[in-house]
């Protein structure tokens, strides 16, 4: 299969993963900015050559021709959103307001997202163990879903 068709199966199937969504809709980041971030990354993880920026940009599920410059712009975009909030919590711990209670459900979410992620690298082999496996790796990811659209809705209402 062509880099091309790979990353756009990968981009297709995590852009549409409803953790991400829910996580992408409340970050700083675009979903065009995302989708570059993860184009850029995978580039350089994935592929078995290092890709130029005009190779990155082509592999951007847009159908209209995306120049160098405009998928650059916009990695940079992306990265300087990601430095910001990596700030912006390092600010808020600084200053002790992460030692506060409002945080615990933060936390345990997560550690709730930890759990899922590691539950799906473990694979096991038998058919029985797989199908409790996944029943496993759907409750984790409804309760996910759950918790984070409620806290999702309720820091807007607060603000």
Do not use: C
């Amino acid at each position: 299969m062509k880099l091309k068709e790979t990353t756009e199966i990968w981009l297709k199937g995590a852009l549409n993963d409803p953790i991400v969504k829910i996580l992408a809709k409340n970050s700083q980041l675009t979903k065009t900015q995302l989708e570059t971030l993860l184009i850029d990354f995978l580039a350089e993880n994935i592929s078995d050559k290092h890709l130029n920026y005009d190779e990155k940009a082509r592999l951007r599920l847009t159908k209209a021709k995306l120049s160098r410059g405009s998928f650059n712009r916009t990695l940079k975009q992306a990265k300087e959103n990601v430095i910001k909030s990596i700030y912006t919590v390092l600010l808020l711990g600084y200053l002790g307001m992460f030692e506060t209670t409002t945080l615990d459900p933060y936390l345990e979410i997560a550690n709730k997202l930890k759990e899922y992620t590691e539950a799906h690298q473990e694979l096991p082999e038998g058919e029985k163990d797989l199908e409790d496996h996944l029943k496993v790796i759907e409750i984790i990811r409804e309760e996910l879903e759950t918790s984070l659209k409620h806290h999702s809705n309720t820091e807007k209402s607060e603000v």
